[in-house]
Structure formats: C-alpha cells, structure tokens
Nanobody, 121 residues
Framework: QVQLVESGGGLVQPGGSLRLSCVLSGSIFSISAMGWYRQVPGKQRELVALSTVDGNIDYADFVKGRFTLSRNSAQTTVFLQMNSLKTEDTAVFYC???????????????WGQGTQVTVSS
C-alpha cells in the first residue's frame, strides 16, 4: 500500500522559513512526477511546485524565488524549502506523486494527508 507522509508544517512569522518533507513508502513501479500542492478553505487545491522525471521543476508564480523543491535520488523523499513566507501562504500543503503501481498499470495520483502551514505574527 502506497503512503505519503508529510511533516514540517507549523506556525511561523512572516518572513520566516519552513521545510516540508514527504516520505514515500510502499511499492511503486515508476514515478513520473513528484510535487506539492496547497489548499485553503473554500478554494481549490493549487499547484505549488512539481518535479517531473526528466528533471524539470515548475513553480507557481506566487512562490518563484521563495520556495525550492528537491528530492532524494531514490525518489522516496521530496522536500519543499519555503523562505520569505507571507501570510497569504497560510494553507494545508499536500504532497503528491503521479505514479504507476505496477508495470502496464495506469498512472494515478497519490496524496499525503496534508500538513498545516500558518504564517502569522
């Protein structure tokens, strides 16, 4: 059974930093993308940063220059370093992978349970 477990969220003052981690466990045949999304109540989940298997990383305009996505070489852990946090960054952050569970199977999205990030003075 595939599981994604996030950690690193919390309360931080504006201008501060947090580093989110997401650990993948379970059997996966192949991963095509790993990334982070966020959601605030009443709004749709939105992309923050996404890393594809070819090494490209795309960032939402609202985090460019402030957030950095990275992952380990085994693709079992993905990180999101968040600097210069703003109050409008307050949200639940979700880890996501797009993967095939077995050879020939369909690609599907897997999600973590989410971690709360609150930016407030």
């Amino acid at each position: 059974q595939v599981q994604l477990v996030e950690s690193g969220g919390g309360l931080v003052q504006p201008g501060g930093s947090l580093r989110l981690s997401c650990v993948l466990s379970g059997s996966i045949f192949s991963i095509s993308a790993m990334g982070w999304y966020r959601q605030v109540p009443g709004k749709q989940r939105e992309l923050v940063a996404l890393s594809t298997v070819d090494g490209n990383i795309d960032y939402a305009d609202f985090v460019k220059g402030r957030f950095t996505l990275s992952r380990n070489s085994a693709q079992t852990t993905v990180f999101l370093q968040m600097n210069s946090l703003k109050t409008e960054d307050t949200a639940v952050f979700y880890c996501n992978i797009r993967a095939k569970a077995f050879r020939g199977g369909p690609s599907r999205d897997y999600w973590g349970q989410g971690t709360q990030v609150t930016v407030s003075s």
